[in-house]
């Protein structure tokens, strides 16, 4: 009975040990008194008590009680696959989509057998199939020393003439808004329409420094066995720097996505655009840009992300046209007790085609920065957990007036937690 209740947990993802077991070793361990017994025995005890008392509500389908409980129990152990699995299916059940996926793919990196796997992937499939809508903002409070990238440099060297800069590095803080709304018509059983609007605004006191970015994208998505995913689409978008409108894009992409292994998730970027500004015209540009995302769960508590991107810009002229590389490789670890911290390294180059007809040099840029985030599962509200990170950006240029360093303290929410 026991073997085939265990296939049952597994098939459903309800949980990879039987509540029998777990009050079977609660009982075992009453024949110790407290004071018999080691702090870590004691803390073993009551997560099995409290385990006992999650499945329960489980299987009285009531998942929101459960959750609570669950959620305390990932923060104390975040490497017990059983914990997480159970929160993840508690969250599909009150389709919470996005906390069920984020706590499925933590998942992947536990020990599971075969049949606990397949049944994540349904699970994800089923989450996928049943998608109609998504919903995303975040807001944070962002302190930076040089919110400009502003030259450190005193002089530069323009036409051979030197010149002695009136304007220096000065700090500010923005109020950083973001936000995405897709709606996804279904079309077929496996293709969807994709209808998406975005925002991007960078809001400081001194609206000179003000970065307002709205984007659109009409396109169509196709899923196929295996979490894979393909898309294709029209994108547009229009930017106003100050107070004064910048540049407007139009263009297409294309997307892929897939697993490569049980742990490790690939997703490709493709974009081809047309950039047109208000009052730069040698600036107007044909861009095309490609970046693949990978992530790799380690472990339920210690995941692995990378990504890399080439781009090529053709301008009106010739020293606004150029080459863009970079790659990123970054680490995100959940401690017992529910500290999660990350980190990220960066480095970008970027090249042009001429000399400039200012600054008589080739501009060649070296774009390095490094990014630690910290967070805490158990502070908490409404669903979103307040997230630290640090930024530390710095650029090498040949032409000294786009040298710049900045540090960068982001104070936001988050529900990737």
Aim: aromatic share 8%.
């Amino acid at each position: 009975m026991n073997f085939k209740l265990r296939h049952l947990l597994a098939a459903g993802l309800a949980i990879l040990l039987t509540p029998a077991l777990a009050v079977a070793r609660t009982a075992e361990g009453q024949a110790d008194t407290p004071q018999q017994m080691s702090r870590h025995e004691l803390l073993q005890r009551a997560a099995l008590q409290t385990w006992t008392e999650a499945v329960g509500h489980m299987r009285e389908n009531r998942p929101r009680t459960a959750i609570p409980i669950l959620e305390r129990l990932v923060s104390l152990a975040p490497s017990e696959t059983r914990f997480r699995l159970e929160l993840a299916r508690a969250y599909f059940l009150v389709q919470d989509d996005e906390k069920a996926g984020f706590h499925f793919e933590q998942a992947r990196g536990g020990a599971l057998p075969q049949e606990a796997r397949n049944a994540i992937q349904t699970y994800e499939d089923r989450i996928r199939e049943r998608k109609r809508r998504q919903a995303q903002f975040s807001f944070a409070i962002v302190p930076e020393s040089n919110p400009g990238r502003r030259t450190n440099a005193e002089t530069v060297t323009i036409l051979g003439q030197q010149f002695t800069l009136n304007e220096q590095a000065k700090a500010a803080t923005a109020l950083h808004m973001t936000g995405r709304l897709t709606y996804l018509p279904p079309i077929t059983r496996d293709l969807s329409g994709r209808i998406s609007g975005s925002v991007d605004a960078r809001l400081f006191e001194n609206s000179a420094l003000n970065d307002i970015r709205l984007g659109t994208e009409l396109g169509l998505s196709l899923r196929a066995d295996g979490g894979r995913e393909s898309g294709l689409g029209l994108t547009g978008s229009r930017r106003w720097v100050g107070s004064s409108a910048f540049s407007y894009s139009y263009g297409v992409y294309a997307t892929f996505e897939t697993r490569l292994t049980e742990r490790t998730r690939l997703r490709f970027r493709g974009d081809l655009e047309r950039i047109r500004h208000d009052n730069l015209p040698n600036r107007d540009a044909t861009r095309r840009r490609a970046q693949v995302d990978l992530t790799h769960v380690v472990s339920p508590k210690f995941g692995l992300r990378a990504s890399t991107f080439v781009g090529r810009t053709n301008a009106r002229t010739d020293f606004e046209s150029g080459f863009q590389a970079g790659v990123r490789v970054g680490a995100t670890y959940a401690f017992d007790g529910g500290l999660v911290t990350s980190m990220e390294l960066g480095h970008a180059r970027e090249r042009r085609d001429a000399a400039s007809s200012l600054f008589q040099r080739v501009r060649s840029d070296r774009t390095s920065s490094l990014t630690i985030g910290l967070l805490h599962r158990e502070i908490e509200f409404a669903d979103y957990a307040p997230r630290l990170d640090l930024l530390l950006e710095r650029r090498k240029s040949t032409i000294e007036v786009y040298d710049f360093n900045n540090a960068r303290v982001s104070i936001g929410l988050t529900r990737s937690f």
